[in-house]
Every structure is written in structure tokens, then in C-alpha cells.
């Protein structure tokens, strides 16, 4: 595409959203609905869909890390736009495969080929999102883009109900191949590669600092609890014999409950600074957990769902508003961030496997405590010693 053909801001923000928005459907099904499939249609254990979330999770966070690298040794010979490009051909291709019948086989390929796309991809999408863009514009433009994922991401688990009460939940995994393809289509409307950010200072009081320090602890460990509800969270349900048909819309509801919470986050600033607030979001995201998974009753769960949902989207909306008062971001620094993204997933499963070992729910929820008490000691720590720092 010529200079003067190049599409109009408006153009190229509504494709962004617009890939964002079907690509984190896509997520939903690899994160949040796998397990519901793997439930449903291949009659997979407990301890055998935490074991698929682990691997799964070291390909992405594997592939996370070296998204940043990978596009510098490219360099000019294929761009950021053409790179994107490459990884929906992939997933696109890769989908279709968990309709091979007669083992598991294709399920496995399929998710771990979707997960090391999605950490490729997500890196460059967030450069994308924050190109061009400095202070207040460009916390607006991530705001809203993480509202577009985290209610993209819920409303998966709705779209998969009709699905999972018939049966036929794997197609929500072939969905894949369309939406990549609606993808690729999208790249028209962006630039070869993000623009460069512009020269404005970040102006942040020191007390941002420790805040940072604290929510970027935080953030891996929100994350070591969401990888450890996620698979187990169908046998949950199913042990208060729900009716199938409102299985996926009550797993959504966390997802729902976190992107209700950045809505609120995006829209006041009475928060900033405060680290009650992270306090509040932590102990909001251990209770809830641990609600979730000894609820005795479907009251219990929702509360345990909610509660954790808040929390985690907390958490994470904090750690990328201080990162963006104070820092700038790029493909290395979005590799960075997904990458302690998928590391929680590989932790939370993986405790949560040696748990379910030991002493079944039990086991799983006591390990993921120690785990949580871990990461808030290692969070305080870091506080302290940035707020030591940052005192004159």
C-alpha cells in the first residue's frame, strides 16, 4: 500500500480492535475452554487436563520470550504486519485438527500450535496498540483494548454453551480457521509496523515506583491462581451437578466479573497510588479462589468467581498503568509481559497437578496458597525496596 493510499487512524484502530476482539475469542477457547472440551468429549481427568495446561503453558511462555528476539534477527526481511500474517495461517491451519477422530492426538497439536501463535502474536498486537501514541493517549488506547480482550474472552465461554450441551464442543476450537482468516483480511488496515512512540516525559510521582515493583510481583502470581481454576473449574461444576447448558456462562463469570473491574479502573483515578488497593485485590483473588474450589453450593461458587475476577482484574490493570506512566513499551517489552503471563500458567497448573496427587482439591488448594503467601512476601519486598528508592 502507498503513502497516500494508507488507511485513516479510524481504519486502522477499528481493525486492531477487530482483531483483538476475534483472536481473544480464540484465547478463550485455548485457556478457558479447553478444559470444558477436554471434559466433555475426550473424558480427560482431572490431573490429565492440568498436565495438558502445563505444556501448553511452557510453549507460550517459551515462545513469549523469544517473540522480541525472533523479529530483530528477521529484521527487514519480513515485517511486524507480514509476521502477524504468518502466525494466522498457522492457527488457521492448526484448528481444523482437533476433528481428527480416535485419540487426542490432533486436540494436542492443535492447542499447543494455538499457544505458541497466540504468545507470538499478542506481543506485536500490543506494539500495535500503543504505537504512536504517549501519556494519556496511550493509556486510553490500552484501556480500551484491554476492555475489548477481557469481554471478549468471557463471552467466549457464552458462545460455547450451546456447544457443550450438545456435544460438539470442539468446533468451538475449528472457530479458529474463520476468525484468522477474517484476520488476515484486517492487516490491510495496518501499517507495515507500529509506529515509533513520541519524545513526551513521563511525568509519575515516586510513589508509582514501589506500586509497580509490587503489582509486577502480582501480576505472574494473579496468574498462577487463574491457571489453576481454569482446568479444574469444570469438575467443580460438575460435582453440583449443573445443568450442562449453564456450565460455560457460569465459568465466564469470573472473566466477566475482571473486565468489569478494569471498566471501573479506566474510568477513575481515587486508586492511584494506593497500595490498599493491591492488598484489597490480592486477598480478594485468594478468597475467591479458594471459594471457587470448595464450593459446597452454586451461591458459593458464583461469590468465590466474582471475587476472583476482581481481584485479578485489579491486578493486572495496575501493573500495565504504572508500567505505562512510567516505562515505554515495545515487541521486547510485550514478549516480556506475556511471557510472566505464561509462566503463572505453567506454575498454577503444575502446583495444582502435585496437588491433586497428594490429597485431591485439598491438596490443589493448599499448594496454590503457598504458592499466593510466596508471591506476597516476594511483592511486599519489592514494594519496600522501591519505596527505599524512591524516598529522598
Do not use: K
Request: net charge positive; with cysteine; proline share 5%.
Amino acid at each position: 500500500m502507498r503513502a497516500h493510499d494508507a488507511p485513516s487512524p479510524r481504519a486502522q484502530s477499528w481493525a486492531l480492535h477487530t482483531i483483538t476482539c476475534v483472536n481473544s475469542l480464540g484465547t478463550g477457547v485455548l485457556w478457558n475452554g479447553l478444559s470444558f472440551l477436554v471434559e466433555r468429549e475426550y473424558a480427560y481427568t482431572r490431573q490429565e487436563t492440568l498436565a495438558l495446561y502445563v505444556g501448553t503453558a511452557m510453549a507460550y511462555a517459551i515462545a513469549a520470550w523469544w517473540t522480541g528476539s525472533l523479529l530483530r534477527r528477521l529484521g527487514n526481511q519480513v515485517s511486524p504486519r507480514a509476521f502477524l500474517g504468518w502466525i494466522f495461517v498457522a492457527q488457521g491451519l492448526a484448528a481444523p485438527l482437533v476433528l481428527i477422530p480416535g485419540s487426542s492426538i490432533g486436540l494436542v497439536v492443535a492447542a499447543s500450535v494455538l499457544s505458541i501463535a497466540g504468545a507470538m502474536m499478542w506481543p506485536v498486537v500490543e506494539a500495535y496498540v500503543s504505537s504512536g501514541r504517549d501519556g494519556r493517549a496511550m493509556r486510553r488506547s490500552i484501556g480500551l483494548w484491554s476492555i475489548n480482550w477481557m469481554v471478549s474472552v468471557g463471552a467466549c465461554l457464552l458462545l460455547m454453551a450451546p456447544l457443550y450441551a450438545t456435544g460438539h464442543t470442539r468446533w468451538a476450537m475449528v472457530a479458529v480457521l474463520p476468525i484468522s482468516v477474517l484476520s488476515i483480511v484486517c492487516l490491510r488496515f495496518l501499517p507495515r509496523e507500529p509506529a515509533p512512540h513520541g519524545t513526551e516525559l513521563h511525568d509519575a510521582p515516586d510513589s508509582y515506583r514501589p506500586m509497580l515493583a509490587g503489582a509486577r510481583v502480582l501480576l505472574p502470581t494473579a496468574y498462577i491462581v487463574v491457571g489453576a481454576i481454569s482446568p479444574i473449574l469444570p469438575y467443580a461444576i460438575d460435582a453440583l451437578a449443573i445443568d450442562p447448558a449453564w456450565r460455560t456462562p457460569l465459568g465466564s463469570l469470573w472473566l466477566l466479573a475482571r473486565a468489569a473491574a478494569v471498566c471501573v479502573l479506566a474510568v477513575t483515578h481515587f486508586w492511584h497510588g494506593r497500595w490498599q488497593g493491591l492488598v484489597i485485590a490480592a486477598l480478594a483473588l485468594t478468597g475467591g479462589f479458594t471459594m471457587a474450589a470448595f464450593a459446597p453450593n452454586t451461591i458459593t461458587l458464583v461469590i468465590g468467581l466474582v471475587a476472583l475476577g476482581i481481584g485479578h482484574g485489579v491486578l493486572y490493570y495496575s501493573a500495565l498503568y504504572y508500567a505505562m506512566r512510567l516505562e515505554r513499551a515495545d515487541v521486547d517489552a510485550g514478549g516480556t509481559h506475556e511471557a510472566l503471563i505464561g509462566l503463572g500458567y505453567v506454575v498454577g497448573p503444575g502446583a495444582a497437578l502435585v496437588g491433586s496427587m497428594w490429597s485431591g482439591v485439598r491438596g490443589i488448594v493448599i499448594l496454590e496458597l503457598i504458592v499466593l503467601a510466596l508471591g506476597l512476601l516476594l511483592a511486599v519486598r519489592a514494594w519496600r525496596r522501591a519505596a527505599r528508592r524512591a524516598t529522598p
